[in-house]
């Protein structure tokens, strides 16, 4: 959570979209890093633990709390970053879309768990540029957080749309372990499964390539 609060801008009406039990919610009201809280979740049975937890204390002043899909019907709540964290990243681009009816949304804190690379090209087609990013292992899993605001930015080639244009040249440990491991996926499936297609032999050799045009990306710059 540490880490996603750290791509929060200050002083801003941010919403948390899926906030569960509300810690991220907690942590900026209880700071006074945010403006205003938004906190959302589609279960009214999660909301309401954040609700009990903050009734009577002067956070429930700071937050407010929403039982809805996403960004639906958050429209006049001027919210200007939306944090989403712990989805794929398919349903993070399909709450995405509806973000048009959000009129202030100026910049996006998002933490897929899977398929960042559909996530990247969608935020392209809606109109943000993925600024900043960091990448964390938190018990054995590795997870890509990305800081996108109003911009253009293109992804074509595999190796852009799985790893992005920033943390190859400001690579950490934990990017450097997921790439290792998308690596090594890609290497066993093609040794270890003689029946693969020959079009998916060929789609695993030519992503093996572009992981090796990342990894020597991050081999530049850590010797910088």
């Known amino acids: ?19 569960d039990h509300g810690q991220l919610a907690v942590a900026l009201a209880e700071r006074q890093k945010a403006k205003k809280i938004i906190a959302t979740d589609i279960s009214a049975s999660s909301l309401q633990k954040l609700i009990l937890r903050i009734q ?3 956070l429930e002043k700071r937050i407010k709390t929403f039982v809805t899909d996403g960004l639906e019907g958050l429209g006049k709540e001027g919210i200007q970053v939306a944090v989403i964290a712990g989805m794929g990243g398919v349903l993070i681009g399909k709450i ?3 973000a048009g009816t959000i009129p202030n949304l100026e910049s996006l804190v998002l933490c897929p768990h ?7 090209p969608k935020l392209t087609d809606l109109g943000f540029a993925v600024k900043k ?14 800081f996108a605001s109003k911009g253009e930015e293109a992804y074509t080639t595999f190796g852009e749309k799985k790893f992005g244009h920033y943390m190859p040249e400001h690579p950490n440990e934990a990017f450097q372990k997921f790439v290792y491991k998308e690596k090594k996926t890609r290497q066993k499936l093609l040794q270890n499964n003689s029946k693969l297609p020959e079009k998916r032999r060929d789609e695993l050799k030519r992503e093996l390539i572009e992981i090796g045009k990342v990894e020597k990306t991050i081999e530049t710059h850590r010797n910088l």
């Open 1 to 19: 959570m540490e880490r996603i609060y750290s791509l929060i801008p200050d002083g801003k009406i941010v919403a948390d979209i899926g906030t």
């Open 56 to 58: 009577g204390t002067p």
């Open 96 to 98: 995405l879309e509806k």
């Open 114 to 120: 899977v398929g960042v690379e559909e996530l990247r």
């Open 133 to 146: 990013e960091d990448f964390v292992e938190e018990e054995g899993k590795l997870y890509p957080l990305l």
